[in-house]
């Protein structure tokens, strides 16, 4: 399919890697680029600074930096208040004015990430050029992981975006079947479009020979936060395997300090738990290549049901199975003893059940596991599936 103009893709990210909203943001422009669009990604970097082609594999999906990000205005001005004015008040004013300078302007425009002052500039800018204006939502905060909970103003900020100015846009992606029913509730048109890999484009994972001695290997990798329930996974780890010697745990993104004050403890962590702290996107899928399974606990709350876990997707693309417990739309993916273990709960007694099943299947099971999720992912997340109904989608907001 070829289409002619441009789709502007822009958000205070840094792209195309840096965390999982870059991910996300290369998975949607990588769909529109298959359909036939071409994608300009306006990041929150400063690099590069003018539109670049990302490269040779990506199509038609090219990149500028506007600075947006608060972090990258932070370390060009001197002034704690100024950078905070800066970060926030005039948010989405570098994108605007982007747009503004574009000789041809886009046929439409797909804003990540950006809250209050930064939707209010998007807004303005596409109603009075009549441009449709989408909203790529992935997430529902929750006051709690904010210092100040309510007051917080990133909270209020966000908050506003999500439930007025949002369903303004002419249309909204969303990430959930949650999403999608909140925002169809609202009369929005909605997508629903889970995170996207470009499945096809990884190796296929070679069947891993475990020894007769060597501990089952678990992988959990991300910023657990208040998110994930990590430390549950360590105490179910305990439950399960007490002594520590047929299971170890990789730890990708926290620091053992981290990890302690999630335990409620200090001192040294289970000798079978190993901290690796942030590490390289490619060093990741590194680490998942020796994984048995990768890990997720997250309680059954609004953030959990209305997110949806990259790393989950990203998990199954690579051929490692998941042990998790089902929040958000992981039951449409994840069935038990099929493409992983589901866990009863969030709780540590739940996935030390899960874990223990796990530690009785054969070398055989394990491969046909690892076959089933990979199969899943090229099936359900691979951003080629997406491009069809993404132009349709498209195509029916300018009508």
């Known amino acids: 399919m070829s289409t002619s103009g441009w789709v502007a893709y822009v958000g205070p990210m840094p792209f195309p890697w840096g965390s999982a909203g870059s991910r996300r943001m290369y998975g949607v422009a990588s769909s529109l680029a298959a359909a036939g669009y071409r994608v300009v990604v306006g990041h929150g970097g400063h690099e590069p600074g003018r539109i670049e082609l990302l490269h040779e594999d990506s199509g038609a999906v090219s990149h500028i930096g506007l600075g947006e990000r608060p972090e990258q205005l932070k370390g060009r001005i001197r002034n704690i208040r100024h950078s905070l004015v800066r970060g926030y008040l005039t948010s989405g004013a570098l994108t605007v004015r982007w747009l503004d300078s574009q000789s041809v302007r886009p046929t439409h425009v797909i804003a990540y990430g950006g809250f209050a002052p930064y939707m209010f500039r998007l807004l303005g800018w596409c109603r009075k050029n009549s441009i449709p204006l989408i909203a790529d939502v992935v997430e529902w905060y929750d006051p709690s992981h904010r210092r100040g909970g309510y007051l917080n103003p990133f909270y209020l900020s966000a908050k506003f975006a999500f439930r007025f100015q949002y369903a303004r846009c002419d249309g909204v992606i969303a990430i959930s079947s949650f999403l999608e029913d909140y925002y169809s509730g609202r009369g929005c048109k909605v997508i629903r479009v889970p995170p996207t890999l470009n499945v096809e484009g990884l190796a296929q994972r070679v069947p891993r020979k475990r020894g007769a001695n060597e501990p089952l290997t678990l992988v959990y990798a991300g910023s657990p936060g208040k998110k994930d329930l990590v430390g549950n996974v360590i105490k179910g780890l305990l ?57 997720l606990l997250r309680p059954r709350e609004k953030y959990a049901e209305a997110g949806f876990p990259t790393k989950f997707v990203e998990s199954l693309a690579a051929g490692v199975p998941v042990i998790a417990n089902i929040t958000s739309d992981l039951g449409d993916y994840l069935h038990d003893g099929v493409e992983g273990l589901v866990c009863r709960d969030h709780s540590p007694e739940g996935f030390a059940e899960a874990l223990s099943r796990a530690m009785a299947l054969s070398a055989r ?29 498209l195509e029916e907001l300018r009508s």
Do not use: H
């Open 239 to 295: 439950l399960a395997d007490p002594e520590g010697r047929r299971t170890r745990l990789l730890a990708v993104g926290p620091a053992r300090e981290q990890i302690l004050r999630l335990l409620g403890e200090s001192g040294e962590l289970p000798p079978n738990v190993v901290a690796l702290g942030r590490l390289p996107q490619p060093e990741v899928a590194k680490i998942l290549e020796k994984a048995d399974f990768s890990v």
């Open 365 to 393: 099971e394990l491969d046909e596991m690892s076959a089933a999720a990979r199969k899943r992912a090229e099936d359900s997340f691979d951003f080629r599936n997406f491009a069809k109904p993404l132009a349709a989608f």
